[in-house]
């Protein structure tokens, strides 16, 4: 191989002296995304707090996030079914850093949690809390602690977080 | 399966963290490059494939139509492909198909990105991967799905955060050899997991640079192939395989997409026992723990060992499978879909015996390439080889 | 499946917040820097292909070379095309409408857009015009104020 051509380093410095020109611009983009019929229907069942998932009668899941249809069978899945609201830690981290690179100093807890009723492994993201971030082990048990019904907007985040159960 | 194809020349730029080059630029670097090392004009090629991964890094809308002049496709049959991060090895896959067909003789890949024009961070074009429903009003960034991932995969197989931390060091060590090496260094492990937690398992120097950078390489037919070069690299394998959307429904301590797409590519070339016959492997490491999860998904290693053949030497470059000999993602940098085209210029390179001071000892077969993108989803395959 | 009413969450409200830096790069650099600098439009000619690239270019796309010489082009030159915006990007009535330019300098093959000046109803396809300058320039397209007829 030869010596790489171009690919001339800059440094954030050159940026703020303006050593070299430079335009910008952001866009204006904002979005009303449609939640179609079984995500709305998902929030509405958080804002009267229930957790709710979809049955695949030909491959037998029961699957959270509900969806219109099932991805494996290709075919419109079934029926509502309500789900506890405590599940099993699958996966976790403490988070120390924003989406725009800010440093935290209390972690963030983002996890994947296999909700009880649903199909083994049939998980969705949140958060634990209500707990020390070293005492968090793959595998607990956890439940779900939800906002009170007046502070609840039909919204994943109608559930504050997910702690231990004792 | 058609016509065989074969990689006939290469080119790259410097990858940095912010360059001063346009896109376009960066592009013609890369594929100007890879034509005078053929020695091929821009007469000789008879399309153009541009992989380049979202519009949102580099600020153009229509990223493929922009980077056309400069990917040398004026007035030539041009397709834009992606495939997130696997597009660097999903690019000259694309290639394959328009000159396997036989509908074109000769083919310039060019993959490109410019990460730095993204503010107020790259990270931040990362968060839109989220379903905007049901995640992001979580206040989710890209740092969580790799720390949960690599969490599971320690917590399934018993693996220590200084297992992980080993294929740093190999991979900035490797890259201190690679020209166009953004983070090439001499680490320990404890330096590794000094460095600041961003998101718990994972530590700064276990992440890969966002950057800017570009590739490209020439693929032609066989009969084209022989009378450029008396060294052409076959293209004897090619896979791709995505999995679900839904990434909280499967287990992520194992990419089976990689195991599909490395199967397809490994059936097509013929290949049984990959861990016997494959030589080198360059598999996709933005993150530590990433390239050994790879390394198992692509059947070289068993579910869980990856680790612990590290630790005994096994991939470094004068082990018995070198793994990341140009040092990959986490030493030479990531471009996203550059540093996967990065890969197979490497393997180029390394089979003709032209990788310089990253040059593998042992007698080289074939080599394998792999990228890995979206939402812990695609798995795109390469294998490459020299005639037995 | 049978429709559940949910009319209070058929839509999830949110936007995608990044925003570009971009820099103009190594033709860019040098053909703002002679515009503020001295006034000049330069140009990047390819012998082989007999085309001049304004603003300057680092490779002619037509046949790959790279170009390293780059030449002021005039400042004058001929009306390809034009248009009256009528409305702005928001919408909003443009009165007198703007005038959007498309303009081959004298030596150049390519051609550049700009904002018209002057009267609306004198602009004519094939009519000469000459860049007017900003009086204030710091590397910028909108060094250059738009095209005047002459």
Not at chain 1, 10 to 29: C, I, N
Not at chain 2, 53 to 61: E, I, L, S
Not at chain 3, 7 to 22: E, H, K
Not at chain 3, 97 to 111: E, F, K, Q, Y
Request: aromatic letters at 8%; one cysteine or more; a neutral charge.
């Amino acid at each position: 191989m030869k010596e790489p051509k171009l690919g001339t380093a800059l440094s954030s410095e050159d940026f703020k002296k303006k050593r070299v020109f430079t335009t910008s611009y952001k866009p204006k983009a904002e979005y009303a995304w449609d939640t179609g019929f079984a995500i709305g229907h998902y929030l509405e069942g958080l804002k009267e707090g229930k957790l709710l998932a979809r049955s695949c009668k030909k491959c037998g899941r029961i699957l959270i996030p509900p969806r219109a249809f099932c991805e494996l069978c290709f075919r419109p899945t079934d029926d509502w079914i309500e789900l506890e609201h405590t599940g099993t830690i699958n996966t976790f981290s403490l988070c120390y850093i924003t989406w725009d690179m800010r440093k935290l100093t209390d972690p963030v807890i983002p996890s994947v949690i296999e909700i009880d009723g649903a199909t083994e492994g049939c998980g969705i993201m949140h958060m634990i809390g209500g707990v020390d971030p070293k005492a968090i082990q793959v595998g607990m048990k956890v439940e779900a602690v939800w906002k009170p019904a007046d502070e609840r907007e039909g919204s994943i985040t109608d559930i504050k977080h997910w702690r231990p159960i004792l | 399966m058609g016509k065989r194809v074969a990689v006939v020349g290469a080119g790259i730029t410097k990858f940095v963290r912010r360059a001063q080059e346009t896109p376009p630029e960066l592009c013609w670097a890369a594929a100007s490059q890879a034509l005078e090392s053929a020695g091929m004009s821009f007469d000789d090629i008879d399309c153009v494939i541009h992989g380049t991964a979202p519009d949102a890094f580099d600020g153009v809308h229509m990223k493929g139509e922009y980077l056309s002049a400069g990917s040398g496709a004026w007035r030539k049959p041009y397709t834009r492909t992606y495939v997130g991060g696997g597009t660097g090895v999903y690019a000259p896959i694309h290639a394959w198909k328009h000159l396997a067909s036989g509908k074109f003789r000769t083919a310039l890949v060019v993959c490109e990105e410019k990460m730095s024009s993204c503010q107020p961070h790259p990270q931040g074009a990362f968060i839109t991967i989220f379903d905007h429903t049901t995640e992001r009003a979580l206040g989710p960034n890209l740092l969580w799905i790799f720390a949960l991932e690599q969490q599971r995969y320690m917590a399934v197989h018993g693996i220590t955060n200084e297992e992980i931390a080993r294929v740093a060091v190999k991979n900035k060590h490797n890259a201190m050899g690679h020209p166009s090496a953004q983070l090439g260094a001499e680490l320990t492990v404890d330096e590794v997991l000094e460095s600041e937690i961003m998101a718990y398992p994972v530590h700064r120097l276990m992440v890969s640079p966002t950057s800017d950078g570009a590739a490209a390489v020439i693929m032609t037919n066989e009969d084209v192939a022989k009378s450029v070069t008396d060294q052409p690299v076959w293209v004897d394998g090619v896979g791709w395989a995505l999995d679900t959307a839904f990434w909280t429904n499967r287990d992520l301590y194992y990419p089976r997409y990689v195991e599909k797409a490395a199967w397809m590519a490994y059936n097509m070339a013929g290949i049984k026992n990959p861990a016997e016959e494959i030589s080198f492997a360059e598999p996709y490491d933005p993150f530590c723990y990433k390239e050994l999860h790879h390394l198992e998904g692509l059947q070289l290693a068993p579910k869980g060992q990856a680790p612990k053949l590290l630790a005994e030497g096994y991939f470094d470059r004068d082990g018995k499978l070198p793994s990341c000999p140009s040092g990959g993602l986490l030493g030479v940098g990531n471009p996203i879909a550059a540093a996967g085209m990065m890969k197979i210029c490497e393997l180029f390179w390394q089979l003709r015996g032209e990788a310089g001071e990253r040059q593998i000892k042992k007698d080289l077969r074939w080599g394998v390439a792999q990228a890995w993108g979206d939402l812990m989803q695609v798995g795109t395959v390469v294998v490459m080889g020299r005639d037995g | 499946m049978r429709v559940p009413s949910n009319q209070n969450y058929t839509a999830w409200r949110g936007s995608i917040p990044v925003g570009s830096l971009y820099t103009v790069g190594l033709a860019g650099q040098m053909f703002l820097e002679a515009l503020k600098e001295k006034g000049e439009i330069l140009g990047s000619p390819c012998k082989k292909c007999d085309k001049v690239y304004v603003p300057t270019s680092i490779f002619c796309e037509s046949c790959f070379a790279e170009l390293k010489e780059h030449k002021p082009v005039k400042s004058e030159g001929k009306v390809v095309s034009f248009t009256l915006c009528h409305y702005d990007i928001d919408g909003n009535v443009l009165n007198p409408p703007r005038i959007a330019a498309a303009v081959r300098l004298d030596g150049a093959t390519s051609v550049l857009i700009h904002d018209g000046l002057g009267e609306p109803s004198k602009w004519e396809i094939g009519a000469r015009v000459k860049v007017k300058l900003a009086t204030n320039r710091e590397g910028s397209i909108l060094d250059i104020e738009g095209f005047e007829l002459i």
